[in-house]
């Protein structure tokens, strides 16, 4: 009767494992998913590109979409913490992807510019990156994204602890620079460089501010506890 019991028992918990583990099988999916999103803007602006579709300078109008996207994910990466604190939207399970995603834009952003555009003339590349502040910015954002993007794992972040966090508070600095970068880039003043630069100054900002609002909102919580 008691090895009955038992098995009874194991197969009870078995079942509330699976159906844990299927409850949870959405979370690694999505966020493939995203992955998969997150480059269909990149597919896509390429076949156009490749099949004429793209009007004047097709080579230039590719890197500036790709570098656009790729400041759509820096900025989207850093809104992850205020929407939890502020409106209790956690996304935080995204965040990696979206930093990755970020990464891999500014990547193909820096070589378009390298293979499509310079044809990889490395004495024009470099007299570029020299000389005009912009493509130093740019450049140099890219120089600091790579040990976010080969820090970005379970691994990483239990090998260097505490460091971790530090190391990719560059982040904060990384997309200024990739505001700034597109600000000095265009030609035609509008108010699309000003909304970013605005985006960008607004969630390091809010760094800043952070650990008073989390304060605020502890004693609003305590203060609601003891009505």
Excluded at 178 to 203: C, D, Q, R, W
Aim: hydrophobic content about 55%.
């Amino acid at each position: 009767m008691a090895q009955v019991e038992a098995r009874s028992v194991q197969a009870k918990s078995a079942q509330g494992r699976t159906a844990q583990a299927k409850s949870w099988n959405w979370r690694p999916a999505s966020i493939w998913a995203l992955y998969a999103l997150g480059f269909v803007p990149a597919v896509w602006y390429f076949y156009l590109g490749a099949t004429g579709q793209i009007a004047g300078n097709a080579v230039k109008e590719f890197e500036h979409l790709l570098g656009i996207w790729a400041l759509h994910f820096l900025i989207a990466t850093l809104t992850v913490t205020p929407l939890r604190d502020l409106a209790g939207i956690n996304l935080l399970r995204y965040r990696r992807a979206l930093g990755l995603l970020a990464f891999w834009y500014v990547l193909m952003h820096f070589l378009t510019y390298m293979v499509l555009d310079q044809n990889l003339n490395l004495a024009t590349i470099l007299a570029d990156i020299a000389k005009r502040p912009f493509i130093t910015i740019g450049m140099a954002c890219l120089v600091l994204l790579i040990p976010l993007a080969a820090t970005s794992n379970a691994w990483s972040i239990r090998r260097l602890g505490p460091k971790w966090q530090r190391l990719h508070k560059l982040s904060y600095l990384i997309v200024l620079g990739g505001a700034t970068h597109f600000a000095m880039s265009v030609k035609v003043v509008t108010a699309e460089p000003f909304i970013y630069l605005l985006l960008a100054f607004v969630l390091v900002g809010y760094r800043a501010l952070r650990p008073r609002v989390m304060r605020w909102k502890k004693a609003q919580r305590l203060a609601a506890s003891t009505r």
